[in-house]
């Protein structure tokens, strides 16, 4: 089924727009009005790099950085680049309405990272209550934009954020999203070592979640083909569920991926707008609403649209291997969501 939405999308036409957007200067100043992109906790370290990649987007005229520590000096500094965008920086609780209010998507990467040795689960108490209020504010204050979050544990927040926003009064599941895609980055980047091709020529769709086992790499639908027997497979697949506790251990206690997740939201977020404008995008996976397995969220390749999510292309095509990790993957995603529905309960 991916091989075909593959030959549907004009995946090469796609990558092209990501690596050219990424390369352009030549705005014009008469441009008219694109998108207003907020990212919360813009100044963190996946914050300050994810708004250096979206002040060079041309899709992106308005950046709000906002942040509970002082947005202005990097602000002012990313508002010298000779891009259209504007840069917009606020400061604290008051100001995270002014923050949200006519934002057309609005990336959560506000909170704890991990520090070696912590699980992401370990993060629930401290970000839990952060990404509440905010999806709170974003129901409130703009209940079109579509809400990325990329705040850990991520299986669980997203749980957290849809029920803030369904006592909030507005809660629309096309427009929630958990970030996972630097699980699939990381997972074009391996294949693509291993397989000696260019990461951009891979494509594989990484199910489930994004914490250990619930990451499933579905190797038997990748493109091209994957060249390594069994063996060869579980060790890439160990290392993209483990992927973030490698750069968290290298930090040795100095947080953990930011640079790599900033670029994977940066992509993520193209493809957002690029569905807000009714242009074509390869399919990203994202963690969803979804009824594709028993788990109430749950992260397949999703294609984008004005509204949101237009697409849901659900689970793969698997092998007999590949659907065990799936079912181990649902049973742990269905108590993180039960988790998060709990928490907003108190
Ligand atoms: N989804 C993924 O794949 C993925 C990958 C890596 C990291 N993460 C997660 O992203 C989050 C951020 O990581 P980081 O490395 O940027 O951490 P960081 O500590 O460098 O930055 C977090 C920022 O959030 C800000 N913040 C805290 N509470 C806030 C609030 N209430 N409102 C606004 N801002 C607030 C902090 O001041 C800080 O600037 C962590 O939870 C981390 O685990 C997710």
Redesign the pocket.
Known sequence: MFKNQLKLTNFSKTRLCWQLYQASTSQRLTQTRQFRVAV??A?????QPLALLLMTNKLVTELAL????TTQGFGKDLSHISTVCKVKPYFG?TE?KKAIDGSHIVMI??????KPGQT?DF?FDT?AP?VA??ACLVAKRAPKALVGI???P?NAVVAVAAEAMKKAGCYDPNRLFG??T??VVRAEKFIGEHMNIHPYDVRIPVVGG?AGTTIVPIFSQCQPPFEGDEKCIAAIVKRIQTG?DEVVKAKAGK????LS?AY?AARFTNALMRGLKGKACAPECAYVQSDATDAPFFSTPLSFGKDGIKKNHGLPEMNESEKKQVKVAVDALKKSAAKGVEFMKK
Do not use: F, Q
């Open positions: 919360v906790g100044a963190g370290g996946i914050g906002h942040d509970t520590e609780e995270l990467t506000a909170g704890m990272p991990r992401r993060l970000n952060i209020r905010v990329i705040t850990n991520v970030v996972t630097l699980d994004h973030g947080g953990s991926a930011t997740m994977a």
